[in-house]
């Protein structure tokens, strides 16, 4: 039996095109979940391994979908070898049931690791030039430094509960709890 797997990273994104591939292809059954490459965590793909009989092939569009880590496509192969099945990925022409197959998937799964470590190394270098200009990436802080010492003082005065104040400056109140956790933190380091 072919069995497909298909594969999105984010609920933006469309699976329809992988499985319109996978039904042309002849899968008679289709698996798909919405979850990143890099996790392991992947029940749909866990499901689809723990029913694999002798003879059947997992069907990929890309192989790409099936993992972006060497390390857990030949995991992933090694699971599907000891259940006697077979392996193909549709766009890159690979299949494992021949040993020139199995060797041109492990040569794809290279390139794939090395093509996301690249991007991994871009980032970061882009990252740290960010830095070095004095730019910070991640989200902008919700309060302001004069909003932050407002809360301090009316929250240790006690006119303000922190729940009060974070409605006040509509935050949640988290926000509030780890901004007073860190002027404690500060307050303490500061004492004799």
Request: aromatic share 4%; net charge positive.
């Amino acid at each position: 039996m072919l069995i497909g797997y298909a594969r999105v990273s984010t609920q933006e994104q469309n699976a329809g095109p992988q499985i319109a591939a996978l039904k042309a292809a002849g899968c008679e059954l289709i698996f798909q979940e919405t979850a990143t490459g890099g996790r392991w965590e992947r029940p749909e793909l866990h499901r689809l391994l723990g029913q694999l009989r002798k003879g059947d092939v997992v069907v990929v569009w890309k192989l790409d979908r099936l993992s972006r880590s060497l390390k857990d496509v030949l995991a992933l192969m090694e699971k599907i070898q000891k259940a006697e099945a077979g392996f193909q990925s549709l766009t890159e022409a690979i299949e494992t049931t021949s040993p020139a197959g199995r060797m041109m998937m492990q040569m794809v799964g290279a390139f794939a690791e090395f093509e996301r470590a690249m991007l991994r190394e871009r980032t970061c270098n882009g990252l740290n030039a960010a830095r070095k200009e004095g730019r910070v990436g991640g989200r902008r802080p919700k309060l302001k430094a004069h909003q932050e010492k407002e809360i301090q003082h009316l929250v240790a005065s006690g006119q303000k509960t922190a729940a009060d104040a974070a409605r006040l400056f509509n935050v949640h109140p988290s926000t509030v709890s780890r901004l007073l956790a860190r002027h404690q933190v500060i307050a303490e380091g500061l004492e004799p």
